[in-house]
């Protein structure tokens, strides 16, 4: 078990060899031998089992999960991942939202009034994450199954084995009104477009920005990272609770299939704004943090105002310059629509 500081009463994510359960700290032995969990729920079939006692030897790991104005505990046997500069964790609300999400996903196999309300739906958005089941060997594979898109608050499992490719989907994945986020995407781009005719436009692929804010001296030698890599390292959900040996081929297409699906495609989008936000632009938000607090920090500015219309430009030193880390010399301003205004002013 590891070595975090439990406290009755905190909601615990436990992860046992074949099980990954949330529930409520009601007892922990004095040795720590054994723990106590209330209102305990399977994280990934949502059955609830009341309380129930888990031993040391049984349990894999354990995670206290934040609540939304909490940061996470994590003990030392947890490990960030080695070339990620940072990591989060799904507070109780989220992954409560995402849980639910995985589970209402909605599965289309025929273009029926089902498909035409989805298509309806997707097409007034404007972020998609997209997987693909079956793709493992790119133009080679033989068992195309699946294609998943996901919002942000809703999953659509389309049964491309039986329906193929639409020309609405088709949209959906070429419009550059859209981007996409995809994991390790050139087995999906090179079965779309060798499949299926179907040019993939712009996309954004968290392998890649895993890869790019690695410490990795050489990144031309791309290794590949798993998805539930990802979901793991970044997002601090357990290893097991995605199914490997889920069978994408057979149909009908069961309620397990549908449900790893959904859980291939949920976390897409979460990790791009991770990425992004949390990541490759920590230091241009903090050069804007600066700059916002220039001239609110300084006590007396309203003052420094008054002195710099009155006596021209003696207390201009009174503000704070602010640093910013951009060096403006390595920017390249294009001459030409320069020239080209110049010559037009000229002209008039």
């Known amino acids: 078990m590891n070595k975090i500081?439990?406290?009755?009463?905190?909601?615990?994510?436990?992860?046992?060899?074949?099980?990954?359960?949330?529930?409520?700290?009601?007892?922990?032995?004095?040795?720590?031998?054994?723990?106590?969990?209330?209102?305990?729920?399977?994280?990934?079939?949502?059955?609830?089992y009341g309380i129930q006692t888990y031993y040391n030897s049984e349990i894999r790991n354990i995670?206290?999960?934040?609540?939304?104005?909490?940061?996470?505990?994590?003990?030392?046997?947890?490990?960030a991942p080695d070339n990620?500069?940072?990591?989060?964790q799904l507070s109780i609300a989220n992954l409560d939202d995402t849980l639910e999400q995985i589970n209402n996903y909605v599965f289309i196999h025929q273009t029926d009034v089902k498909y035409h309300d989805s298509i309806r739906y997707l097409k007034k958005q404007r972020y998609f994450g997209i997987a693909m089941e079956g793709i493992e060997h790119g133009r080679?594979?033989?068992?195309?199954?699946?294609l998943s898109i996901a919002t942000y608050d809703s999953i659509y499992i389309f049964d491309i084995k039986w329906m193929k490719i639409t020309d609405e989907i088709r949209d959906l994945?070429?419009?550059?009104r859209?981007?996409?986020?995809?994991?390790?995407?050139r087995l999906v781009k090179d079965v779309l477009q060798h499949k299926f005719g179907v040019h993939v436009g712009?996309?954004?692929?968290?392998?890649v920005a895993h890869i790019a804010i690695s410490k990795t001296e050489n990144k031309s030698v791309i290794e590949e990272f798993s998805l539930q890599a990802c979901v793991q390292s970044y997002l601090k959900l357990p290893a097991n609770f995605f199914d490997v040996n889920i069978n994408f081929n057979e149909r009908p297409v069961?309620?397990?299939?549908k449900r790893e699906a959904a859980k291939h495609v949920v976390f897409l989008l979460p990790l791009q704004d991770l990425f992004i936000h949390d990541i490759m632009l920590e230091p241009f938000y903090s050069n804007c943090s600066k700059y916002l607090q220039s001239l609110s920090r300084n006590p007396d500015f309203i003052n420094s105002l008054t002195d710099l219309r009155n006596k021209n430009c003696e207390a201009i030193e009174a503000v704070t310059p602010v640093k910013l880390g951009i060096n403006v010399e390595l920017l390249d301003v294009p001459e030409e629509p320069t020239t080209i205004l110049s010559q037009a002013s000229g002209s008039n």
Request: charged share 25%; hydrophobic share 35%; glycine share 4%.
């Open 178 to 185: 859209y981007r996409r986020v995809l994991h390790n995407g």
């Open 84 to 88: 990620s500069v940072k990591s989060t």
């Open 254 to 257: 069961n309620d397990s299939a």
């Open 202 to 207: 712009k996309c954004f692929d968290v392998m």
């Open 63 to 79: 995670q206290v999960i934040a609540s939304d104005k909490a940061q996470i505990q994590t003990g030392p046997s947890e490990k």
């Open 140 to 146: 080679h594979s033989s068992s195309l199954s699946l």
């Open 5 to 48: 500081e439990l406290v009755l009463g905190q909601t615990v994510l436990l992860e046992l060899e074949e099980e990954c359960l949330l529930g409520e700290l009601l007892h922990v032995s004095s040795d720590r031998s054994f723990i106590r969990l209330s209102d305990v729920r399977d994280m990934i079939t949502k059955e609830s």
């Open 173 to 176: 994945l070429c419009n550059d």
